[in-house]
C-alpha cells in the first residue's frame, strides 16, 4: 500500500528559529511533491511542490527532496507565530490527477 | 476573484436524514474531488471528475454519492448520514495533475 509518512507532533519551535518538517513515502514511482499548510478549522492551503531532486527556495520556505532516500522535507526560516499550523505532505505517484497524503505534523512558534 | 465556492460552510443534520453539499468554481479546472477530513486526519479522497469522467475510490461507501452536471458545480450526497459521517468536507479542483485547489469546506454534524 502506498503510504506518506509523517510525525503528527507537536513540533515546537522558537520564534525566528528554522522549522524543520520531514515526510516520507513509500513508492519508489512517486513523480512529484507537494507541501499544504492548513490552520484549525480550515482547509489546505498549497506552499510549495518540488519534483526533481535537490533544494527549491521560496521566500521564507524550501523544499528539499531526495528521491534516493524517499524523503521530502520542508524548512521554514525566521518562523513566525502565524507559521502555526499543521503541514501536510501529499505526494502525486503516476502523474494521474491522485494524491496520496500524510496525516500532517502540527506545528506551534513559540514567541 | 478566481475559487473554489463550497455551500453551506456548516451543515447540521439529524442521523438519517439526506444532506447535500454544493461546491463551484470560476477556475475553469478540469479535475474536482471531494474529500473527507476527520480531526487530526489526512484528507480522504471520496470521488474525483475528470471532466465528466466519475472516479469513485473503491473504499467510498455507498452512502456517499455525486454529480457534476456541469464544469463548475459539484455536489456530495449523503443519503444516510451517520454519526461517523460528521467531518469537514473538502472539495478540490486542478488543471493539471499536480496543484490542487481547495475550497473553505463544508463542516457536517450529524445529530
Known amino acids: 500500500q502506498k503510504e506518506v509518512e509523517q510525525n503528527s507532533g507537536p513540533l515546537s519551535v522558537p520564534e525566528g528559529a528554522i522549522a524543520s518538517l520531514n515526510c516520507t513515502y513509500s513508492d519508489r514511482g512517486s513523480q512529484s511533491f507537494f507541501w499544504y499548510r492548513q490552520y484549525s478549522g480550515k482547509s489546505p492551503e498549497l506552499i510549495m511542490f518540488i519534483y526533481s531532486n535537490g533544494d527549491k527556495e521560496d521566500g521564507r520556505f524550501t523544499a528539499q527532496l531526495n528521491k534516493a532516500s524517499q524523503y521530502v522535507s520542508l524548512l521554514i526560516r525566521d518562523s513566525q507565530p502565524s507559521d502555526s499550523a499543521t503541514y501536510l505532505c501529499a505526494v502525486n505517484i503516476a502523474s494521474n490527477y491522485q494524491l496520496i497524503w500524510g496525516a500532517g505534523t502540527k506545528l506551534i512558534i513559540k514567541p | 476573484d478566481a475559487m473554489v465556492i463550497q455551500n453551506p460552510r456548516y451543515q447540521v443534520t439529524q442521523f438519517g436524514k439526506p444532506v447535500t453539499l454544493s461546491c463551484s468554481q470560476t477556475?475553469?479546472?478540469?479535475?474536482m474531488y471531494w474529500y473527507q477530513q476527520k480531526s487530526s486526519q489526512a484528507p480522504k479522497l471520496l470521488f474525483h471528475?475528470?471532466?465528466?469522467?466519475?472516479?469513485n475510490e473503491a473504499d467510498t461507501p455507498d452512502n456517499f454519492q455525486s454529480r457534476r452536471p456541469n464544469t463548475s458545480f459539484c455536489f456530495l450526497d449523503i443519503r444516510s448520514p451517520g454519526l461517523g459521517d460528521a467531518a469537514m468536507y473538502l472539495c478540490?479542483?486542478?488543471?493539471?495533475?499536480?496543484?490542487?485547489?481547495f475550497g473553505p469546506g463544508t463542516r457536517l454534524t450529524v445529530l
Open positions: 477556475l475553469n479546472h478540469n479535475v
Open positions: 478540490a479542483t486542478s488543471r493539471d495533475p499536480n496543484e490542487q485547489f
Open positions: 471528475y475528470y471532466d465528466k469522467d466519475f472516479n
